[in-house]
């Protein structure tokens, strides 16, 4: 799988981390075998695996900083934590998710690896040790927007940032989104819309943490889903 990885890395103008391509072989050859007796992923057919887990998850790459230290809230199998951590060896990555199980899988491939990701078995609203501790904080196929946020948000510093992973959708969600975005110390700064060939359209929503979040927040989960904030 090693050739297709470098064709298609290179086919989608991401030839800068070819020389990854052994890495994110071993990470999707052992994606594959663990999802025979784990649910990890649905997406079994290498050439999908690559475009729908390594390069769509290399799609933020360029938009965290040097060094900066990550959040993955909701993080399932290491998407996108593992290929980011592959192709950024500088980036420090918390990759969290409230599904122990799927953590064990993230943890052996950082020590299989030797990637810098620790992993969280938590949930994203009950975790005060992390808040306001992010430079960035991604966060891939979670929740919408409008609740994300609340996730997401107080976990970020003054100064740091969300960066949204969304489909089509994004657009539609982020409108209803931008009251909380507000009320938790946010700031749009850019919503870029986007086709990735062969897996459909993508909307990366980067908000910019401007003010510290108000204590009031996170709320429950129950109360975050039944009363999105507005
Ligand atoms: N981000 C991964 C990806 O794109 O492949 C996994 C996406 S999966 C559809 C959603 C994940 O979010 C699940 O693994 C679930 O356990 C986790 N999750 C949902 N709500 C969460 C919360 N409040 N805190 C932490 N994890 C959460």
Redesign the pocket.
């Given at each position: 799988m090693t050739e297709l990885i470098k064709e298609l890395l290179t086919a989608y103008g991401m030839e800068r981390y070819c020389d990854k391509a052994d890495a994110f072989n071993v990470l999707l050859s052992d994606l594959f075998s663990v999802n025979e007796s784990m649910n990890l992923t649905a997406i079994t057919e290498p050439r999908d695996a690559i475009i729908r887990h390594v390069i769509d998850s290399l799609t933020v790459a360029d938009k965290i900083p040097a060094g900066a230290e990550v959040i993955d809230?909701?993080?399932?199998?290491g998407?996108p934590t593992l290929p980011l951590a592959i192709a950024r060896p500088d980036l420090v990555f918390t990759a969290?998710?409230?599904?122990a199980k799927?953590l064990t899988f993230v943890d052996a491939m950082a020590r299989k690896l030797s990637l810098n990701v620790t992993t969280l078995a938590k949930?994203?609203?009950e975790i005060p040790e992390c808040r306001e501790r992010f430079d960035i904080c991604v966060s891939?196929?979670?929740?919408r927007m409008n609740l994300l946020v609340e996730?997401c948000l107080p976990q970020v510093k003054v100064g740091g940032r969300l960066i949204a992973m969304k489909a089509q959708s994004g657009e539609e969600e982020l409108k209803e989104a931008l009251g909380g975005i507000e009320k938790l110390g946010g700031k749009v700064i850019s919503a870029d819309a986007f086709t990735l060939p062969d897996a459909g359209e993508r909307y990366l929503i980067t908000v910019e943490k401007i003010s510290p979040t108000p204590v009031a927040y996170p709320r429950p989960?129950g109360k975050i889903k039944k009363k999105p904030l507005i």
């Open positions: 809230v909701g993080c399932g199998g998407f969290l998710d409230s599904t799927k949930r994203a609203e891939r196929a979670v929740a996730l989960w």
